[in-house]
C-alpha cells in the first residue's frame, strides 16, 4: 500500500519541481546537485540577486534608492498583474502602492533562500488581491519551526536565483497555448472552470494543456 | 513524538489553485492546513509560487501614476513602525492544531462545539466564505461516515486517528481529494476516534434515503 501510494504521487506529482523547490528548503540539505549548479551567472541572475540585495538594504539601512529601483521595476508589474484579475486602474494603483509598502514593513521576513524577490512579491500581491477582490482571509501554512537565518546562505541564495532565472526561460519557451493558459490560471483571478467558459474550451483541454505545461517546466528544471 | 509519513498528498491542480489565489476559503484553509503539516507539498507549493513570481517577473506593465512612489513612501512613513515581528511570534509550539486550523477553532480540539450528524458522528462547521463548507469531523473509533458521494469536490485532512475507505487508508496528515466520481464510506480505525478537517464546494449526496432528506437541515 505504501509503495503504491508513492508511486501514485511520484507519477501524478512532481519530481523535479520538488527537488528543485526543496532545493531552497533547508530540511533537504539534498544530495551534491547544489555544488555542480553553481556555474555561469547570466545576466537574468544578476539582476535576480540584485533585487535581493535592494531588499535586504531596505531591511538593514531603510534604503530608499534601492526601495524606489525596486519600485520601479515591480510596481508596473504588480499593477499590471491586478489590472488583469479584474481590479480597475485607480484601485489598482492603490492597492500596488499598499504591496510595495507591505515590501518595505516586511523585508526582514523575506529569505531569499527560499523565493526570490519577484516570487515574494508575487505572493503578497496575490493576498492582496484576495483581500480587495473578494473580501477573504487566507489562510496560509504555519511558518516552519526552525524558523529563518538571520543571514541567509550565499550558495543557496545564488541557486535559488539561478534556476528562478531557469524556470523564466522555461515559461517563456512554452508554446503560446500552454502559457496562455497558464497565465489565465495565475493572473485571471479564475478557477479552470471559468476559464473553460471565457475560452469556450472543453475543461479537460484546459487542465490536459496546464498538465502538459507543467511537465515541460518539469523537464527543464532537470 | 513519532511522525508516520504522509502518503497522501495535494495535487498540482489545487497547488496551482492555492499559489493563484482562485480556491475558496474553506478550500484554501485545508490545503493551508495540509502544508503546515507536509514538508512535501510546502516545497511544491514553493516551486508553484515561483511560477506566479516569473509570471509577475516576465509579464507587461502598466504604469503607475507620476507621484505615486513618492505616495508609496508617505503611506511607509505614516505607518506606525512596530517591533519586527519574528515569524513564530504567534505559534504555539505545543499545540497540535496547525496555525492555519488554530485561528478558526481555536488550539483545543477538545473544546470544539460538536454536532451529531447520528451513528455517533459529528461534525462543527466553521465560519468561512459561502462559496464552500469546511467543517471539522468527529468519527468515534470503528464507525463508519454514512456512504456519501459528492457533486463537487471534497477535501478530506486527517488531524487525529485515521480512517479507511474503498480507496486507502488515510492517516494523520494524509488528505483525500475526492471528486464527483467517487462514491465512498470512510471507516474509523479502532482505537483512536477520527478528527478530520473537511472542504466541499457542493453538498454530499448520501445513497441511503434518511441522510438526503437530514442533509438541508444538517448541513452535511
Redesign the interface.
Known amino acids: 500500500m505504501l509503495d503504491n501510494a508513492a508511486i501514485q504521487h511520484d507519477t501524478a506529482l512532481s519530481p523535479v519541481i520538488v527537488t528543485r523547490a526543496k532545493t531552497t528548503m533547508r530540511t533537504a540539505e539534498l544530495t551534491g546537485k547544489r555544488a555542480g549548479s553553481i556555474e555561469v551567472r547570466t545576466t537574468r541572475d544578476q539582476e535576480n540577486t540584485d533585487w535581493v540585495a535592494c531588499i535586504i538594504a531596505i531591511r538593514d539601512t531603510q534604503d530608499e534608492a534601492a526601495f524606489a529601483r525596486l519600485f520601479g521595476h515591480f510596481a508596473p508589474r504588480v499593477k499590471a498583474f491586478l489590472m488583469r484579475s479584474g481590479t480597475d486602474a485607480t484601485m489598482a494603483e492603490e492597492c500596488t502602492q499598499e504591496v510595495m509598502a507591505t515590501l518595505w514593513q516586511k523585508a526582514h521576513l523575506f529569505d531569499p533562500t527560499r523565493a526570490s524577490a519577484a516570487t515574494w512579491i508575487f505572493t503578497i500581491a496575490r493576498n492582496r488581491k484576495i483581500d480587495a477582490l473578494r473580501k477573504q482571509k487566507r489562510p496560509e501554512p504555519e511558518d516552519l519551526p526552525w524558523g529563518q537565518d538571520p543571514e541567509p546562505d550565499q550558495a543557496d541564495t545564488l541557486v535559488l536565483q539561478q534556476e528562478t532565472a531557469q524556470l523564466g526561460a522555461a515559461i517563456a519557451a512554452l508554446p503560446d497555448k500552454q502559457r496562455d493558459l497558464i497565465e489565465k490560471a495565475y493572473f485571471g483571478d479564475l478557477t479552470h472552470s471559468e476559464i473553460a467558459d471565457e475560452t469556450g474550451l472543453p475543461l479537460g483541454t484546459i487542465k490536459s494543456r496546464i498538465r502538459l505545461a507543467l511537465d515541460r517546466l518539469r523537464h527543464a528544471m532537470k | 513524538m513519532t511522525r508516520t509519513p504522509i502518503?497522501?498528498?495535494l495535487?498540482?491542480?489545487l497547488l496551482?489553485?492555492y499559489?493563484?489565489?482562485?480556491?475558496?476559503?474553506a478550500f484554501?484553509?485545508t490545503?493551508?492546513?495540509h502544508?503546515?503539516m507536509c514538508?512535501?507539498c510546502?516545497?511544491?507549493?514553493?516551486?508553484?509560487?515561483?511560477?506566479?513570481?516569473?509570471?509577475?517577473?516576465?509579464?507587461?506593465?502598466?504604469?503607475?501614476?507620476t507621484d505615486?512612489?513618492a505616495?508609496?513612501?508617505n503611506?511607509?512613513r505614516a505607518?506606525p513602525v512596530s517591533a519586527?515581528?519574528?515569524?513564530?511570534a504567534n505559534?504555539v509550539?505545543t499545540s497540535r492544531v496547525?496555525?492555519?486550523?488554530r485561528?478558526y477553532i481555536g488550539d483545543d480540539l477538545n473544546a470544539v462545539r460538536w454536532r451529531s450528524v447520528g451513528m455517533g458522528v459529528k461534525q462543527a462547521i466553521l465560519t468561512t466564505?459561502r462559496d464552500a463548507t469546511a467543517r471539522l469531523l468527529y468519527i468515534p473509533a470503528g464507525a463508519a461516515v454514512p456512504d456519501h458521494g459528492h457533486r463537487g469536490t471534497e477535501l478530506t485532512l486527517v488531524l487525529q486517528g485515521a480512517f479507511c475507505d474503498e480507496v486507502?487508508?488515510f492517516g494523520p496528515g494524509d488528505i483525500e481529494v475526492a471528486d464527483e466520481d467517487l462514491t465512498h464510506t470512510p471507516v474509523a480505525d479502532i482505537g483512536l476516534d477520527c478528527i478530520c478537517l473537511a472542504a466541499t464546494d457542493a453538498p454530499l449526496r448520501f445513497r441511503g434515503l434518511m441522510p438526503r432528506i437530514a442533509q438541508p437541515f444538517l448541513r452535511i
Open positions: 502518503t497522501h498528498h495535487n498540482d491542480a496551482m489553485s499559489s493563484a489565489g482562485t480556491l475558496p476559503e484554501n484553509l490545503v493551508a492546513t502544508i503546515s514538508d512535501d510546502r516545497a511544491r507549493l514553493g516551486a508553484f509560487d515561483s511560477v506566479g513570481g516569473a509570471l509577475i517577473e516576465g509579464c507587461e506593465s502598466v504604469a503607475m501614476g505615486s512612489l505616495a508609496t513612501l503611506r511607509i505607518a519586527p515581528l519574528t515569524q513564530n505559534t509550539p496547525p496555525a492555519p486550523l485561528d466564505s486507502d487508508r
